[in-house]
């Protein structure tokens, strides 16, 4: 079958298209920039990408007509500049559009469990969609997932960072509404098997795992698989705006999206029963089971995706294509260049940057000026990097963005998402024996120029140690 694919550059797209490619699926991947296609992906046989932004109505471009079904797994979860309820409206609004002329006749929506009387916004957003997305020419699946659990999604980072970091919390009251998770696996497995299923035609069906918990509880079991002893005590005075900040500066998570999650955390979300595990034949894990899964991807660094990838998980917010021309004047410079001594390592050391790795030379610097970041709002250090050694296009690393990644040309080219004055990039490049190391800054305004000045003492440590230690055989 011919298979549009949205949101191909997330969490759960990057779950979902192994399966399908699996069962000889033509796919259709929309991505917003073609920068960020998946390096896994780019020549497949099977695989055909389409640059669209479906918050943009263009009738000029060239839709694919011969589509069998589509996935709609456009998300978000961060408050926006505009009402993002407005957004998701629009891009669905959009995505039927271009639907509707085609030939397909199911597309499956993924959306949360929206039972409550009293939901949150971005959960009301949902339902929203649910109802925007219904029409006459295709049939429509919802499949409304509750926590999702798995290594890389923001809920499971979120409860990894409280655990392991908080041997007692003074938590807010809301960890004790009742939820119901389900593992990134079953997901997945619900979607890929309620492809062009009839019984499913213009359904909506709850997908959750088999327990019943509370977050509190979800934190103890957590912390048990770890093998950490943990107390946990709620109180009645924590505000949503305290949780909120609460969250923000535990764990790893942006002050946008612990909002929303604090907003959406507050609402009881249990699934109505039905039959789709029987008839999809999927039964769905336990939370501890689907703990321990996600581990056993972390420990064996076959991590497909996180949440942190996401470019709403910054501050960056245009295609990265915008960025990559790194502007000449009106900048502040910092350039460094060494001659190598061994190609390879220096590379491999290069495509290691950040994470637990850190930054081989003022590790202190760095980390000061992570906490910094947080203090403002931004996003500091914890976001941390999907994979230890493997960088790509998108990447999230550290405060950084990955803008272009390519090993064999030997060169890495990062934005800042720190909050700042202006806009910063770092690159590194190898032209035949040497390396060239570039901070570039372009200051707004007088505090741009101000804070640029107030840091210049300290590049001398950073940036010419970095490329000592980049150097270093």
């Not at 996401?310 to 001659?339: A, E, M, V, W």
């Not at 850190?358 to 999907?386: A, C």
Request: proline share 4%; aromatic share 10%.
């Amino acid at each position: 079958m011919k298979i549009l694919i949205t949101g191909t550059t997330g969490y759960i797209a990057k779950r979902l298209i192994p399966l399908l490619l699996d069962q000889d699926h033509e796919l259709i991947c929309c991505v917003r920039d073609l920068m960020r296609v998946p390096e896994t992906y780019k020549n497949h046989p099977l695989i055909t990408f389409l640059e669209i932004d479906f918050l943009e109505d263009k009738p000029e471009l060239h839709f694919p007509k011969d589509l069998d079904a589509a996935y709609y797994l456009i998300h978000s979860m961060s408050t926006s500049r505009e009402d993002f309820q407005a957004l998701e409206k629009r891009c669905a609004i959009n995505f039927k559009n271009y639907l509707e002329k085609t030939q397909a006749k199911q597309t499956i929506y993924l959306s949360g469990i929206t039972n409550s009387t009293e939901l949150s916004k971005h959960l009301d957003s949902r339902k929203q969609v649910e109802h925007t997305l219904q029409s006459d020419s295709y049939a429509l699946t919802t499949l409304k997932a509750g926590i999702i659990v798995g290594s890389g999604s923001a809920s499971f980072e979120i409860i990894r960072d409280l655990s392991e970091k908080l041997p007692v919390m003074i938590a807010p009251k809301w960890l004790n509404t009742r939820t119901q998770p389900i593992s990134i696996r079953d997901v997945a497995q619900f979607l890929n098997k309620s492809l062009m299923k009839e019984e499913l035609f213009n359904g909506s069906f709850d997908i959750c795992g088999p327990e019943i918990l509370t977050y509190k509880k979800m934190l103890l079991q957590f912390s048990e698989v770890r093998g950490l002893k943990r107390s946990i005590h709620t109180v009645p005075v924590m505000t949503p705006k305290l949780s909120s900040y609460w969250l923000y500066f535990v764990t790893s998570t942006s002050y946008k999206l612990a909002a929303a999650l604090v907003d959406s955390m507050k609402v009881e979300i249990i699934g109505k029963p039905n039959n789709l595990t029987t008839l999809l034949d999927i039964q769905p894990i336990s939370y501890k089971e689907a703990v321990k899964n996600a581990f056993g991807t972390i420990e064996q660094n076959v991590l497909i995706s996180s949440w942190k990838d996401s470019i709403i998980s910054g501050r960056l917010n245009k295609k990265l294509s915008k960025h990559i021309n790194i502007p000449h004047y009106g900048c502040f410079k910092d350039l460094q260049q060494g001659t190598l001594v061994n190609r390879h390592k220096t590379l491999d050391k290069i495509w290691a940057l950040g994470g637990q790795n850190g930054w081989y030379s003022s590790n202190l610097l760095w980390k000061m000026r992570g906490i910094v970041d947080k203090l403002f709002g931004g996003i500091g250090l914890r976001r941390g990097r999907t994979h230890p050694t493997k960088l790509q296009t998108g990447d999230a690393l550290d405060f950084w963005r990955v803008l272009y990644a390519d090993k064999k040309e030997g060169r890495l080219l990062l934005y800042a998402e720190m909050k700042l004055p202006g806009e910063a990039w770092l690159e590194f490049k190898i032209v035949k024996n040497k390396l060239y190391q570039r901070a570039v800054f372009r200051p707004r305004g007088i505090w741009g120029r101000l804070y640029w000045y107030s840091v210049t003492p300290f590049h001398a440590f950073v940036f010419k140690g970095l490329i000592r230690k980049l150097l270093k055989p």
